[in-house]
T-cell receptor, first 112, second 116 residues
């Protein structure tokens, strides 16, 4: 059974701080890793994807992947109240498949 | 405008009465998926499709059927709904990253289903 684990939170950070969201996964064959943001009552929205070990930056967001440790993280710099949402981590295993396993999400609150 | 549409958005039904939730996308994406989202359990994939006539099971396929006869449509069928299928359902379409293109995924607005 493939598992994706996230701290449920809530994680509270002050405005302007760095928010750090973590995710671990059990399947070593996992190849693609995704972060989604979901506002309350809304659909998930893809915000970052990463395939290779290391860091990937997009604006205020940085995804970090360490396949040896089976760990992927999302950093949000200069956090804003509008970043308050639930963040979902998802993992896709293997080529030739689009089976996605999600973590249960981490709720982030950015305090003004 | 890139769009994934689902219908109906809300549905109340009774145990055993067959229903279909439609999903349509206008982005010519090859990949489409269905998910259910439940409190405490998160988002779980039901079925996915990598192309027309190509479908495969996700993590929780029991009690559901899908078909992909056209690229743009991916309906979810509950042939005999039960109360444990009460949930929020999302359809999504995706295009994997290529050499010059980023990964794109779009979710529909969701269908809230209550099975009595």
């Amino acid at each position: 059974q493939k598992e994706v684990e996230q701290n449920s939170g809530p994680l509270s950070v002050p405005e302007g701080a760095i928010a750090s969201l973590n995710c671990t996964y059990s399947d070593r064959g996992s190849q693609s890793f995704f972060w989604y943001r979901q506002y309350s009552g809304k659909s998930p929205e893809l915000i970052m994807f990463i395939y290779s070990n290391g860091d990937k930056e997009d604006g205020r967001f940085t995804a970090q992947l360490n396949k040896a440790s089976q760990y992927v993280s999302l950093l949000i710099r200069d956090s804003q109240p509008s970043d308050s949402a639930t963040y979902l981590c998802a993992v896709k295993t293997g080529a030739g498949s689009y089976q996605l396993t999600f973590g249960k999400g981490t709720k982030l609150s950015v305090i003004p | 405008e890139a769009q994934v549409t689902q219908n109906p958005r809300y549905l109340i039904t009774v145990t055993g009465k067959k229903l279909t939730v439609t999903c349509s996308q206008n982005m010519n994406h090859e990949y489409m998926s269905w998910y259910r989202q439940d409190p405490g359990l998160g988002l779980r994939q039901i079925y996915y499709s990598m192309n027309v006539e190509v479908t495969d099971k996700g993590d929780v396929p029991e009690g559901y059927k899908v078909s992909r006869k056209e690229k743009r449509n991916f309906p979810l069928i509950l042939e005999s709904p039960s109360p444990n299928q009460t949930s929020l359902y999302f359809c999504a379409s995706s295009s994997p990253a290529g050499d010059t293109e980023p990964e794109t995924q779009y979710f529909g607005p969701g269908t809230r289903l209550l099975v009595l």
